[in-house]
């Protein structure tokens, strides 16, 4: 149920306005709450209060009330009875805590609610009928992964919380250990480049705050309900693809993975006959740091020799002499398109190859 702390706040409060003192208890006569020192036989006449078919009662000085939630008995509230509203005062509490309780009750079904839709754990007709009671509509959505390095630290859930879920159009959540799931409402955002931003500002704000460094995906922005799951197995699949090919980014938007999404989801036995094709029964050793800047860079200038060599602060004819060794190397001429699409791919499948040797390590 409703946190200690929130309890001991809404008491708080009750206690500025009225100034009388209130105390609330679980059902087996523990404190959970308190403005006050109570005393310690308490607890004995809590569990027998608790136990009989009053709903109030006076008892050694003190008003006592039964906090009831969807007909269930959850809290025990104590006033105390020297104050001539305190009677009044403990059922306007009883009202106050059980809506606090109804409220979260609710936000935790909208929460379980939206962990069933990204597993894809509901029919679609219990879906659109139990977000209607819930009072979820349907909107343009996206589902944001916010994946931590290392295990998931509860600041870190705190502060997404914090950024989103006090609005509550937007949802977070967890289904797995390492990430967070921020279900985002996109109605109001209408250019790609948007959610780009976002994602950048969660990672800017994870590393500043609670100083996380975390990785976003996002998928694809849907319509349906329904249609949420996909957006989180994009989602998904956005920040497993950047780990592979895009290492030095921190966010990843599906719809831009380019052709890292396609090498993905090849198996490893085309992948291998692949790069036999290209370089034959060994890849060469090209990949040492001078090799792999100038490719970089290269690649990055769109092939353009004379802007990479200012960039690499060389001689035009120094880096003709670099990219002429590796077509010795590798007999790909990556001055040529055909041949530099070729080699751009076989470095993205290489990639591939190495990261699933890793992880079944």
């Known amino acids: 149920m409703i946190s200690n702390h929130k309890i001991q706040t809404a008491l708080e409060e009750i206690k500025d306005i009225s100034k009388i003192d209130l105390a609330v208890y679980s059902e087996e006569g523990k404190q959970l709450a308190a403005t006050f020192d109570t005393e310690d036989r308490m607890e004995s006449a809590v569990k027998a209060f608790a136990a009989s078919m009053a709903e109030s009662q006076m008892l050694s000085g003190y008003h006592f009330f039964k906090v009831l939630v969807e007909g269930e008995l959850e809290y025990i509230l104590l006033t105390r009875a020297s104050h001539e509203e305190a009677y009044m005062i403990g059922k ?60 998931k630290d509860a600041a870190a ?17 967890e289904v797995e250990e390492q990430s967070i799931i921020l279900i985002k409402d996109c109605r109001d955002v209408r250019k790609e480049e948007e959610l780009f931003y976002l994602a950048e500002m969660i990672v800017d704000n994870m590393q500043t ?27 998904r699949m956005a920040l497993e693809v950047g780990k592979i090919f895009y290492a030095e980014r921190e966010a990843f938007s599906y719809r831009f993975l380019g052709i890292g999404r396609l090498i993905y989801q090849l198996p490893m036995s085309l992948c291998e006959m692949f790069i036999k094709e290209v370089f034959g ?6 990949f040492d740091e001078e090799n792999a800047t100038t490719i970089q860079k290269f690649f990055e200038n769109n ?8 960039q690499l602060y060389l001689h035009r004819n120094t880096l003709v002499y670099r990219l002429e060794r590796i077509e010795k190397m590798t007999g790909l001429d990556i001055r040529r398109f055909d041949d530099a699409m070729k080699f751009k791919i076989a470095l993205m499948v290489i990639a591939h190859m190495r990261y699933q040797e890793k992880e079944e390590k």
């Not at 029964?281 to 090209?286: N, T, V």
């Open 209 to 235: 705050e609670v100083m996380v460094r975390v990785r976003v995906g996002y998928g694809s922005v849907v319509y349906n309900l329904q249609d949420i799951a996909r957006s989180y197995q994009e989602a």
């Open 303 to 310: 092939l353009n020799i004379s802007e990479t060599a200012r």
């Open 157 to 173: 859930m705190e502060l997404i919380k914090n950024l989103f879920a006090s609005r509550a159009r937007d949802f977070v959540t």
């Open 92 to 151: 306007l509490a009883v009202c106050q805590i059980r809506n606090l309780a109804l409220a979260y009750m609710e936000q935790f079904d909208r929460s379980n609610f939206m962990q069933n839709i990204l597993l894809g754990n509901m029919l679609v007709v219990d879906m659109y009928n139990k977000a209607q009671k819930l009072h979820i509509e349907q909107e343009r959505r996206a589902v944001f992964v916010i994946e931590t390095e290392g295990k």
């Open 281 to 286: 029964d060994e890849i060469p050793d090209i």
